[in-house]
């Protein structure tokens, strides 16, 4: 099975298992991993899934929509070049080994 | 010895409480318990994703390690059938007696079930809990007709996924409009026009008289009151909710439409808490008490109570918002409207509708449709109360 890693701001990191076809929201919700809120559930409300992807991995996440782009604008920790809701990234197998960071906050 | 938190209702409030006072470092012991048998799940997507996808495994709000891991013991399944204020302590369904130091209420609502007769038809549903939905997404399968008796945020949601499923169905509205206590007047014509549009037949001024059975005993139609009759192999009862508020009416707390908090949850007993759908609490930004049914609420009051419960209170601030996904159109509520707040509508550059409230030159609330831009703005911008601002992005 595909390797996720999460790593905290604090600087924890926690590999899991991902399940391919699951977004990587719903991954880090099912392996207990803090740090992503996900309020609305993946349903592009709340912006408090945010993570930061390793920008090696990025060409691998499709790019983001006009939405995402709205709701990243007034995320809680500071907007980067490779700011991704997690809700909005579907894993693939190739995905394999990908790496990405949490926010400080996500609210 | 250890504080012990003890919080009824595993709803989303009820499971915040308990994972932000984890996130803040709270030391004590944390119980939830409540009357589902299931861990703590996300409502919303019930009447949407839910209904279309049938993945139950994506409703849960955490997996079961996250409780383990966090020390929140989970008592799911389990009524509580009194709640003893002197000796601070609630009993169970199953006899059981738990203590508590502090005492969290996120009981939630039921369905305001219309006072009509053959509601209890097999084929008459309620979209409520993950049993109803279940139940509900079976039938659908086989469902040709559904007839939803209320014309709000979850009858909408439903007559949506249903007429993608190739469903007909009828809505009974007994207000003159759609979401008459949500939205303004001019956003209801216009996600009225899109429902008519898919082919939903929409009764306004309509009251539903009674669910009529058919010989076998199960669902047949709806009769209206004026005498007309809308057949159907499916009636969903989508008339609202009602707070549960009996254990603490019976506890001599105040209930009024919700039980009645200060600005730091705290009802007027210290050690008793309202969070969620369930707590009429005094709203941020006016003089009166409110009683909010949404994911927002719910959370913003479970982070706002955990530092309450840790000794570093402010009071309650949050910006109400809200969201219905109805097919591909997402309407979104930033802000609070009194029903005769003014509106002004206007549209976007790229096809999504905007309704601004106002009252005495104040912006209240921005509702949107299909502009998801203007609603985060709207948020921004009102997250400190009406604004003069109307420099909103349209």
């Not at chain 1, 995402?68 to 070049?81: G, Q």
């Amino acid at each position: 099975m595909a390797k996720l890693t999460f790593v905290t701001a604090l600087g924890k990191a926690t590999t899991v298992d991902a399940t391919a076809g699951e977004t990587l929201m719903r991954i880090a919700l099912d392996n207990g991993v803090t740090g992503i809120e996900a309020e609305c559930s993946g349903s592009m409300n709340c912006g408090t899934c945010h993570v930061y992807v390793a920008p090696q991995f990025l060409d691998w996440c499709p790019p983001r929509s006009e939405s995402e782009e709205d709701l990243l604008a007034i995320a809680a920790s500071e907007l980067r070049d490779n700011s991704r809701l997690s809700c909005q990234i579907v894993m693939r197998p190739e995905m394999d080994g990908m790496v990405v960071h949490l926010p400080e906050s996500q609210f | 010895m250890s504080e012990h938190v003890l919080v009824v209702g595993t709803g989303q409030a009820g499971f915040q409480v308990a994972a932000s006072l984890r996130q803040k470092g709270f030391a004590g012991d944390i119980t939830l318990v409540g009357d589902e048998a299931v861990p703590p799940y996300q409502r919303p997507p019930l009447s949407k994703a839910y209904l279309k996808e049938g993945r139950e495994e994506r409703l849960h709000l955490r997996n079961l390690s996250f409780y383990h891991e966090n020390r929140i013991s989970l008592l799911g399944g389990r009524r509580v059938t009194a709640l003893d204020r002197q000796a601070k302590r609630i009993t169970l369904d199953d006899g059981q007696c738990l203590d508590w130091d502090r005492l969290v209420l996120a009981t939630g609502t039921r369905i305001a079930v219309p006072p009509i007769g053959g509601v209890n038809l097999p084929g008459v549903h309620a979209l409520r809990s993950i049993d109803d939905a279940r139940r509900l997404r079976d039938e659908m399968a086989t469902m040709r007709r559904a007839v939803v008796i209320g014309g709000g945020f979850i009858g909408l949601e439903f007559a949506a996924v249903a007429r993608e499923a190739g469903i007909e169905v009828s809505i009974i509205e007994s207000a003159g409009r759609l979401m008459a206590r949500a939205i303004s007047p001019q956003m209801s014509t216009i996600v009225q026009a899109i429902h008519s549009e898919h082919g939903v037949s929409i009764f306004l001024n309509s009251l539903a008289a009674s669910v009529e059975a058919q010989a076998d005993g199960r669902v047949y139609g709806v009769s209206l009151s004026d005498g007309r009759f809308l057949p159907a192999d499916g009636v969903i009862l989508a008339t609202g909710v009602v707070p549960n508020t009996e254990l603490a009416d019976a506890a001599g707390l105040r209930v009024h439409n919700g039980i009645i908090t200060d600005r730091y949850l705290t009802t007027e007993d210290p050690r008793i808490h309202a969070v969620g759908d369930c707590a009429a609490f005094p709203d941020p930004f006016g003089p009166s008490l409110i009683r909010l049914e949404s994911v927002q609420a719910a959370v913003d009051h479970g982070r706002c109570l955990a530092e309450v419960i840790m000794g570093r209170p402010s009071p309650y601030a949050a910006l109400p918002w809200f969201w219905s996904d109805q097919g591909r159109y997402k309407l979104q509520i930033a802000g609070l409207a009194a029903p005769d707040d003014a509106a002004r509508l206007t549209q976007t550059e790229n096809g999504g509708q905007v309704v601004v409230r106002s009252r005495n030159g104040l912006v209240t609330a921005v509702e949107t449709l299909n502009a998801p831009g203007v609603h985060m703005s709207a948020r921004k911008l009102l997250a400190d109360g009406p604004s003069r601002d109307i420099a909103l992005s349209v």
